[in-house]
């Protein structure tokens, strides 16, 4: 009983610091564009959270239909996922010859690794977070662009208080594989009702979760 007490606590103190803090960067931020870069220059800071495997694909697929104003880009990779990054960076040299400096690889650790027990993906996840929240705040993105896996929780999150505290709006979108035929991924249940937009690929799977969005599709 005295847990609960603690943990409640807890979540009320935490809950009063955030609500305090939005006020301040609500109350700064009064008569201030929230996205001066992208308002002045009309190039969108895009943060492009990178899975493995099938994910590398689609998401870089989804990229090469950008146009140039998606810059500078901004890769999120696993540190351990060296396959992504030889991928990310051939990606780049075939759609932007010559422009090195559009672009942006930034390593984080896995929130969680094949066949990991979801008790220590607790912690592996925080860390992660942890790891990642200043990163994202630095970059300070227009877009999240994201297909899992659960890599991009954690960027999502720090976009995602970004924009609760009034600092810039962040843009959520995120792709469900095509793999996810019949449900949502665990990435896309958590994002649910929280990403501005939350795509598919089948279109029965757009009718059982009707905040989707059908594109068809993306390989």
């Known amino acids: 009983m005295a847990s609960v007490a603690v943990l409640a606590v807890w979540f009320v103190g935490l809950s009063a610091v955030l609500a305090l803090l939005r006020?301040?960067?609500v109350f700064r931020g009064l008569g201030k564009d929230r996205n001066p870069?992208?308002?002045s220059s009309g190039s969108i800071r895009t943060v492009v959270v990178v899975g493995s495997g099938g994910h590398t694909t689609e998401v870089l697929r989804l990229m090469s239909g950008l146009s140039d104003k998606y810059a500078p880009r901004y890769y999120i990779i696993a540190e351990t996922d060296q396959m992504s990054e030889e991928k990310v960076h051939r990606f780049e040299r075939e759609t932007h010859p010559g422009k090195k400096d559009s672009y942006?690889?930034?390593?984080?650790?896995r929130s969680r690794e094949v066949a990991q027990s979801w008790l220590s993906t607790v912690f592996t996840t925080l860390y992660a977070t942890l790891y990642s929240f200043p990163m994202v705040f630095r970059i300070s993105p227009d877009l999240i662009l994201c297909n899992g896996p659960g890599t991009c929780i954690p960027p999502c999150a720090a976009g995602l208080l970004m924009t609760f505290l009034g600092l810039k709006k962040v843009s959520l979108v995120y792709?469900?594989?095509?793999?996810?035929?019949?449900?949502l991924s665990l990435s896309a249940q958590l994002l649910y009702y929280l990403a501005d937009h939350l795509l598919v690929q089948w279109p029965h799977l757009q009718q059982k979760f009707p905040r989707t969005t059908y594109i068809g599709r993306v390989i």
């Open 23 to 25: 006020l301040y960067f």
């Open 37 to 39: 870069t992208a308002a």
């Open 104 to 109: 942006e690889i930034q390593k984080v650790p």
């Open 175 to 183: 792709v469900e594989s095509i793999c996810r035929v019949e449900t």
